[in-house]
């Protein structure tokens, strides 16, 4: 059980119920899709699992620790982000140093990082934007920089939010292969979409929310049958 949500709820000060009473757990290697429309409560839940936000009640745990009580660096070792909005986390001059960033940060020893970095930027499609300045890229692409920069992190855990929105259909498929690449080295991956296809083709198990419930949950065959 790598991620543990036990009767979670999330008020936000204006009274608003992001999330009430939501259950789920997820084991290692699974691959789960977080679907419902929008306000349903999956950003809010993605921010409990990286430990940016404080449960009103109800716990969440990563790997048996209780992510409320772990300091955000020492989660950001077992649990990657991918932001909806890519501007949300890029900051270096080149996109080679972004995604070099992550590992040189959590200290690891130069071979691993620039081992990482560069099958970072390849099985993103990035190779040849190495040095370009993340502003010089598309939406798409600055999008694939900030999971080029989680995957160099290699966290046993990915979440990702919305990754395949602003992605042309090359970019949609690569995704959708890096996805199963990531699953056959025993990632652990949770991606918030809305994408039908993507879940189709790269997800085992959805979890259907709304109005910050979960309404559904289990094998994508079956959400796929309209079960
Ligand atoms: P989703 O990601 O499924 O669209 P969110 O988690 O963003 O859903 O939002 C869930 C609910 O919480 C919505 O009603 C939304 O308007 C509300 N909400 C989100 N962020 C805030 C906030 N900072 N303050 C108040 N309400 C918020
Ligand atoms: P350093 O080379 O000191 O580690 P940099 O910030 O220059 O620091 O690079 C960060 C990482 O990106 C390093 O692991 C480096 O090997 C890798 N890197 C730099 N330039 C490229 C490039 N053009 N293609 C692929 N990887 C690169």
């Not at 990563?62 to 990657?80: C, K, M, P, Q, T």
């Not at 190495?130 to 600055?142: K, Y």
Request: charged letters at 25%.
């Amino acid at each position: 059980m790598v991620l543990r949500v036990d009767s979670l709820s999330h008020r936000y000060p204006n009274g608003t119920t992001a999330l009430a009473d939501v259950s789920l757990t997820v084991r290692a290697g699974e691959r789960v899709a977080v679907v419902g429309p929008n306000g349903a409560g999956k950003s809010t839940l993605a921010r409990h699992l990286i430990g940016i936000a404080r449960p009103t009640s109800g716990t969440v745990t990563v790997d048996g620790r209780d992510a409320a009580g772990l300091e955000i660096a020492e989660l950001a070792r077992s649990v990657g982000f991918v932001f909806q909005n890519p501007d949300d986390q890029l900051h270096a001059a080149t996109v080679a140093k972004e995604v070099g960033f992550g590992p040189r940060n959590l200290g690891f020893p130069a071979d691993r990082r620039t081992a990482l970095t560069q099958w970072a930027l390849q099985v993103t499609g990035l190779t040849g934007e190495a040095n370009s300045h993340p502003r010089h890229l598309s939406f798409g692409e600055r999008k694939r920089v900030a999971f080029a920069s989680v995957l160099a992190m290699d966290t046993p855990i990915i979440v990702l939010d919305e990754p395949t929105t602003g992605q042309d259909h090359r970019s949609v498929v690569l995704l959708e292969e890096l996805v199963t690449d990531l699953h056959e080295r025993g990632k652990t991956i949770l991606a918030i979409t809305h994408d039908t296809d993507f879940c189709a083709e790269s997800f085992d198990r959805v979890v259907v929310l709304s109005e910050g419930r979960v309404r559904w949950d289990g094998p994508v065959e079956r959400w796929l049958e309209g079960d």
